[in-house]
């Protein structure tokens, strides 16, 4: 966030994250988003509340933050080696007009074949239990992703060039450089920016 420029401070809100039966994970991380910025609606005096949730999907499957540590070594297993997916929603509210702009950002994720011995480790460090499908990309230890597509910074929580479309759609300024900014200071050459920022759905 501090890449924007914006002056902002974090306010948080408490929400039920039980996903509703039968919803999918696009269904299920939009509404948490959502449900975050109006929960923070009457309690921000600022022109505009952002939200952000990301899950992770193993197919159906939504798989958020940990239980317990026996809960994130069943989760990584279960996703080692294999092909995921990993979405993000943006919800921003006008709180003057009330008007609410929503974006999604999804990622394919491969994991690597890692040992039960690397779980165990990486689960005793602490790292994956405050994280959406127990694992967080740029751990540069445990280092549990062979490859991905799409947005980089979505895997890691926040999708900047998204967050450029929803402040398009609300007429709040924002720099032309922030992709630059972000794929700088991430180290990554992003393949989907100039889709994403064109209005194509990437990313």
Request: negative net charge.
């Amino acid at each position: 966030m501090s890449w924007t420029g914006w002056n902002f401070h974090v306010l948080a809100v408490n929400t039920d994250e039980t996903p509703l039966p039968g919803e999918d994970p696009v269904k299920y991380v939009t509404r948490l988003a959502e449900t975050k910025a109006q929960a923070a609606y009457s309690k921000a005096s600022h022109a505009f509340i952002l939200a952000a949730d990301t899950t992770v999907a193993d197919g159906a499957l939504i798989l958020g933050k940990p239980a317990d540590a026996i809960d994130a070594a069943a989760v990584l297993k279960r996703l080692r080696g294999k092909e995921h997916a990993g979405f993000t929603a943006l919800a921003m509210l006008e709180t003057e007009t009330g008007r609410l702009v929503k974006e999604l950002c999804s990622s394919h994720i491969q994991m690597r074949n890692y040992s039960d011995q690397e779980i165990a480790d990486y689960v005793t460090s602490g790292d994956p239990l405050d994280k959406a499908g127990a694992y967080a990309i740029q751990n540069p230890k445990f280092r549990p992703v062979e490859h991905f597509s799409g947005c980089f910074a979505n895997v890691m929580g926040l999708p900047l060039c998204h967050l450029m479309r929803i402040s398009a759609h609300l007429r709040i300024p924002i720099p032309a450089e922030l992709p630059y900014t972000c794929q700088h200071n991430l180290r990554y050459d992003c393949p989907v920016s100039k889709k994403i920022l064109n209005g194509e759905e990437a990313g």
